[in-house]
Structures are given as C-alpha cells and as structure tokens.
C-alpha cells in the first residue's frame, strides 16, 4: 500500500496550484487587454477611415466642381485636355475612397443586410438603362435574358444586389470593346419559400488568362498589370463582390478565356412576394429603349408619351420655384407647382405627371409624407408610378437614405447641380433625353471664379444666370423671402423656439444657396444644425452673423440693381 502524502506535500502542492492559478489569471487579464486592444485599434481605424473619407470627400468635390466649372470656359485644346485628366483622376479617386470604405467594413463585419421588398424589374430597368449609354459609346450591346419564372418582386437586399450587378455590368463595359454584354436572370431551384436566382453576366471582351482566375477575388487583385495601367482601378471591386455575395447567402463564380470573353455568374435566395406577378417573359432587350407594349415609361403611359411632359416641383421656396420653371421654360416639359405636400397629393389625383421634384422639409406636409402617400394612391388606382426625385439643401447620410426608404429614386442636392440634373432626366425619362436638354459638357460659359470670402460667388451666379436667362425676378422674390425669413428667423430665437429656428434657418439655406450666396448658406446651415440640437446659446452667437451677411447679400443685389 503506497505512502499517504503528508500534510506538508499536501500543503506544497496548494502552495504550486495557487503559483499556477494566479499565473493563469494574470495570462487571461493579459489576453483580454490585449484583445481589447485588438478591438479598439479595430474601431479606431473603422472611426479614422470614416472621418479621413469625409476629409478627403471635402477637397476632392471642390476639385471636381471647379473642374468641371473651367471645362465650360473657353480653353485652348491643351488646356482643356488637363482639366480633363484633372477631373478624371478626382473622380476615380473618390471611387477607391468608396471601395477602401466598402472593404473595410466586410473586413469588420459591420456591412449587414438590409432585408426589405423590392421590384426586380426596375432594378433591372435602371441598370441597363444606365449601361445602355455606356454601351452605344462603345458600339457595344447591352442585353437582358430574364426566365419567365421569375417573380417581380422580392424581400432581400436589392441595393447590394445592385452594387454586386453594377461592379460586373461596369467591368464588362471597361474591358469590351466590341460585340455585346448579356446579363441573364434564371430561376434555379426553390427552397420551401424562397426562390434561388442565378445572375450571369457573360461579355465578348478581352477575356482572362487562366493563370488569374483563382487569385481574382482577392483584394488588391487585377488579372495582369497592364490591364492596370490601361483601364485602372484598385483590385477591389471583385473582392467586394465575392464577399458580398458570401454575405447574402451565395456564392460567385468565373469561367474565362483570354481573348474571348468572360462569364461571371452568382446564386442568391430570395423570398419572392406573393404577388403573382412575374417579370415579363422570356427575354428583355435593352439593347433599345425597354419601354414597349403595355410597360410604363418611368410614369408615363404609353398614351402620355405623344403629349407634353408634365414635371410637378414641390417646393414651398418661391425662389427655388422660380428657378426650376426657368430651367425648364426652354424645354417641351410643361412645369406645374405646389408649395406642399398635402397640394402635390392633390394634383397628383387630379392628373399625371412624367417626374415629381420633391423638397424634403415643407410646411402642412414634409416630402417624405407625401411621396409616401402618393405611391401608395397611385397603386392602389392601379395607376402610373412616376420617379420621385429628393429636391433639398440636406445633403446628410441620414436624408438620404430616408428619401430612398420613403420611395424616392433620385436625389438631387441645392444648388442644382445642372449637370446633375440632366443626368436625371436622361436616366429617368430616357425617351426624352433628346427632347428636354439643359446642361452639355460642351456648353460654354465666361465663367470667372471669385475669392472665397465674396458675399455672393459670381460663378455660381453667372452659371444661374446662363442656365435661366435673366435672373431678375429671381433676384428680386429672393431678395423679399430673405428680409421676411430672417425676420421670422430672430422672432422664433428671441422667443426660444429652437423648431421654427431650425425651419427657417433651412428655408434660408436653400434659397441662399441657389443664387450663390454660400457664406450665408453655410452659417444657415450652422444655424440650422444648431435648432435642430436646441442650443439656443449656439443661436445666439450666430444671430448676429446672419444679419450681418443678411445685409452684405442685400447690399450686393441692390448695388446690381443699380
């Protein structure tokens, strides 16, 4: 019989598992600080790739304004082949700003899913749309194959699908240079209540050498280096895809041959609605236009489409109003008004219209309601959708992810970009792309850029001014809304009624902001901010700044005057 141990092994062998015991605690403590750290350098980088975005966006607009703003000057050709590459590179660095942002957030796992009911045909309509101009530029063909098995509508997340869809469409398009581009849709397998799709997008472009293929979806990935230097890009766009595609519950694969074209094709399930209707047989053609037979045109009947286009402006601004039917006073369009949204739900049951341009932030009824309500009218009479396009001075995240829950398709931010504005028509009323024409990159205007402190910038004026004609009576419903508004603006501070202070100080903004008077948009815009928190104490100290360049914008326009 072996030996009982002592009490005083005994007690050595508590004193060694006390040692071991405190060890490992003092390991785990070590191994939590340090994963705690892992995490917040994590979250550090997350939070300095947001800010260092919105830095770099900043500048990097400023670029591309004034870019764009010296190419419709007169330029000596030389001269105007290096404001070309100016904005072709700013433009392109946004985009790796964009994807560095995508990438970072997979990376993370903070990208989620936004599960939500969507029609497939008009995702498929505004896509191709787009790409069809692309494609012509090209001499290239750009096609749908839809299988008459697949529904129209479905719950899922259709803005990734969207973004997975553009990245391939967009690589197709760079790398073929002639035949044509064909995206397919298949309804492949049903599982209980979900529909599995397969999305192909098969292009006769250069193709990709075989050796390139299994590295393809990795980050920072091109097929060789000299596609690189020819045709850009960061390596990125594939990645985000795969992962993407990972992340929605599939998978993405690639068949290629250098020299003659590439496959791409992905699985995704989605559940479809019970709607029982389908997309529209077997295949679509959007190498033309998409509108025929009995489809609508993006709001019109095909009644509608012999008549005058009618565009509703719902904005309770006069001078905002002013400007848009200036815009338009030169084209087929006919323009009709409301000051709210409760009028726009009136008129929209009275008659219909090709687009509706909807301000956010209105009295008796904001646009967000309104847009609501008349899609939901517009449906249930069994009637034709017309885009809804955001119209505001809010160029927030936040806005603008609201205007596309609400149903809006577009967005458009004041001051009118003109340019912007035209790339809206001719993507939403692409029947009328030729017939309503208001901005050209060949356009030419003397426009003189001012110092960044002038009360009022003249080439945002001067640009106003070539794109309406004679500004007059815009100048002059401006100037009698600004001495009202401001008026109305000091009454709610001194009655402390942070709301109405926010209100006017965005009515301000806006209209401040059409006629070039940034200095005192951006302390509305301050001003604005400052309501919306409550901090009167903020509003106090810009009250008088206000004034102060209330008078400097009144003095200018009356010195014009004269």
Same mark, same amino acid.
């Given at each position: 019989?072996?030996?009982?141990?002592?009490?005083?092994?005994?007690?050595?062998?508590?004193?060694?598992?006390?040692?071991?015991?405190?060890?490992?605690?003092?390991?785990?403590?070590?191994?939590?600080?340090?994963?705690?750290?892992?995490?917040?350098?994590?979250?550090?980088?997350?939070?300095?790739?947001?800010?260092?975005?919105?830095?770099?966006?900043?500048?990097?607009?400023?670029?591309?304004?004034?870019?764009?703003?010296?190419?419709?000057?007169?330029?000596?050709?030389?001269?105007?082949?290096?404001?070309?590459?100016?904005?072709?590179?700013?433009?392109?660095?946004?985009?790796?700003?964009?994807?560095?942002?995508?990438?970072?957030?997979?990376?993370?796992?903070?990208?989620? =899913?936004?599960?939500? @009911?969507?029609?497939?045909? %008009?995702?498929? $309509?505004?896509? /191709? #749309?787009?790409?069809? +101009?692309?494609?012509?530029?090209?001499?290239?063909?750009?096609?749908?194959?839809?299988?008459?098995?697949?529904?129209?509508?479905?719950?899922?997340?259709?803005?990734?699908?969207?973004?997975?869809?553009?990245? =391939?469409?967009?690589? @197709?398009?760079?790398?073929? %240079?002639?035949? $044509?581009?064909? /995206? #397919?849709?298949?309804? +492949?397998?049903?599982?209980?209540?979900?529909?599995?799709?397969?999305?192909?997008?098969?292009?006769?472009?250069?193709?990709?050498?075989?050796?390139?293929?299994?590295?393809?979806?990795?980050?920072?990935?091109?097929?060789?280096?000299? @596609?690189?230097?020819?045709?850009?890009?960061?390596?990125?766009? /594939?990645?985000?895809?795969?992962?993407?595609?990972?992340?929605?519950?599939?998978?993405?694969?690639?068949?290629?041959?250098?020299?003659?074209?590439?496959?791409?094709?992905?699985?995704?399930?989605?559940?479809?609605?019970?709607?029982?209707?389908?997309?529209?047989?077997?295949?679509?053609?959007?190498?033309?236009?998409?509108?025929?037979?009995?489809?609508?045109?993006?709001?019109?009947?095909?009644?509608?489409?012999?008549?005058?286009?009618?565009?509703?402006?719902?904005?309770?601004?006069?001078?905002?109003?002013?400007?848009?039917?200036?815009?338009?006073?030169?084209?087929?369009?006919?323009?009709?008004?409301?000051?709210?949204?409760?009028?726009?739900?009136?008129?929209?049951?009275?008659?219909?219209?090709?687009?509706?341009?909807?301000?956010?932030?209105?009295?008796?009824?904001?646009?967000?309601?309104?847009?609501?309500?008349?899609?939901?009218?517009?449906?249930?009479?069994?009637?034709?959708?017309?885009?809804?396009?955001?119209?505001?001075?809010?160029?927030?995240?936040?806005?603008?992810?609201?205007?596309?829950?609400?149903?809006?398709?577009?967005?458009?931010?004041?001051?009118?970009?003109?340019?912007?504005?035209?790339?809206?028509?001719?993507?939403?009323?692409?029947?009328?792309?030729?017939?309503?024409?208001?901005?050209?990159?060949?356009?030419?205007?003397?426009?003189?850029?001012?110092?960044?402190?002038?009360?009022?910038?003249?080439?945002?004026?001067?640009?106003?001014?070539?794109?309406?004609?004679?500004?007059?009576?815009?100048?002059?419903?401006?100037?009698?809304?600004?001495?009202?508004?401001?008026?109305?603006?000091?009454?709610?501070?001194?009655?402390?009624?942070?709301?109405?202070?926010?209100?006017?100080?965005?009515?301000?903004?806006?209209?401040?902001?059409?006629?070039?008077?940034?200095?005192?948009?951006?302390?509305?815009?301050?001003?604005?901010?400052?309501?919306?928190?409550?901090?009167?104490?903020?509003?106090?100290?810009?009250?008088?700044?206000?004034?102060?360049?209330?008078?400097?914008?009144?003095?200018?326009?009356?010195?014009?005057?004269?």
């Amino acid at each position: 019989m072996p030996d009982l141990p002592t009490t005083q092994d005994l007690q050595q062998e508590i004193i060694i598992l006390k040692k071991t015991n405190e060890r490992l605690r003092l390991e785990n403590l070590e191994l939590r600080e340090t994963a705690n750290q892992a995490d917040t350098a994590s979250k550090a980088k997350s939070d300095f790739l947001a800010m260092i975005s919105h830095e770099i966006r900043t500048p990097m607009n400023g670029v591309i304004g004034i870019s764009e703003l010296l190419l419709n000057t007169e330029l000596h050709p030389r001269q105007k082949h290096f404001a070309q590459l100016i904005l072709t590179s700013a433009r392109s660095l946004l985009t790796l700003i964009n994807s560095l942002l995508d990438f970072s957030k997979i990376e993370a796992h903070k990208m989620g =899913l936004e599960i939500i @009911s969507f029609d497939l045909r %008009d995702l498929l $309509q505004q896509l /191709l #749309t787009l790409y069809i +101009v692309s494609g012509k530029q090209k001499g290239i063909a750009v096609k749908l194959e839809v299988g008459e098995d697949v529904a129209r509508y479905y719950t899922g997340d259709g803005v990734k699908l969207r973004q997975i869809l553009v990245n =391939l469409l967009g690589n @197709s398009i760079k790398f073929t %240079d002639n035949g $044509q581009i064909t /995206l #397919t849709v298949e309804h +492949v397998d049903r599982q209980e209540d979900t529909d599995l799709l397969r999305f192909t997008v098969i292009d006769t472009g250069m193709g990709i050498a075989e050796n390139a293929l299994k590295t393809l979806f990795e980050p920072f990935v091109q097929a060789d280096i000299s @596609s690189t230097r020819r045709f850009g890009g960061t390596g990125l766009g /594939l990645s985000i895809c795969s992962k993407l595609v990972e992340l929605m519950g599939g998978r993405i694969e690639v068949k290629s041959e250098s020299g003659k074209g590439s496959r791409f094709w992905f699985t995704l399930p989605f559940k479809p609605e019970k709607t029982g209707d389908i997309i529209a047989g077997p295949q679509l053609d959007f190498a033309i236009p998409l509108h025929h037979g009995q489809n609508t045109t993006c709001g019109m009947s095909q009644d509608d489409k012999s008549n005058t286009l009618r565009l509703l402006i719902v904005d309770d601004d006069q001078t905002n109003r002013i400007v848009m039917e200036e815009i338009f006073k030169d084209t087929p369009a006919k323009t009709y008004f409301a000051e709210n949204g409760q009028q726009a739900i009136s008129m929209c049951s009275e008659q219909s219209f090709a687009m509706i341009f909807m301000d956010c932030q209105m009295p008796v009824m904001d646009g967000f309601e309104a847009t609501v309500r008349i899609l939901e009218e517009l449906k249930e009479k069994k009637r034709p959708v017309p885009p809804i396009i955001a119209l505001t001075a809010d160029a927030t995240k936040r806005t603008h992810e609201r205007c596309y829950d609400v149903g809006m398709v577009d967005y458009l931010v004041k001051p009118i970009d003109f340019r912007r504005l035209q790339e809206v028509l001719q993507v939403w009323l692409p029947d009328s792309e030729e017939k309503i024409h208001i901005f050209s990159t060949d356009d030419k205007s003397a426009v003189e850029t001012d110092e960044e402190n002038s009360v009022i910038n003249r080439a945002a004026l001067q640009k106003l001014e070539q794109h309406v004609g004679n500004i007059d009576n815009v100048v002059k419903v401006f100037v009698g809304a600004l001495e009202q508004r401001t008026k109305a603006l000091k009454a709610a501070f001194l009655a402390g009624r942070a709301d109405e202070v926010q209100k006017y100080a965005h009515m301000l903004k806006g209209s401040s902001s059409q006629v070039g008077a940034e200095q005192l948009a951006k302390l509305c815009e301050a001003m604005e901010q400052a309501g919306r928190r409550g901090s009167l104490k903020e509003v106090r100290q810009l009250m008088p700044k206000i004034e102060h360049m209330v008078k400097e914008v009144l003095n200018f326009f009356k010195e014009q005057r004269n």
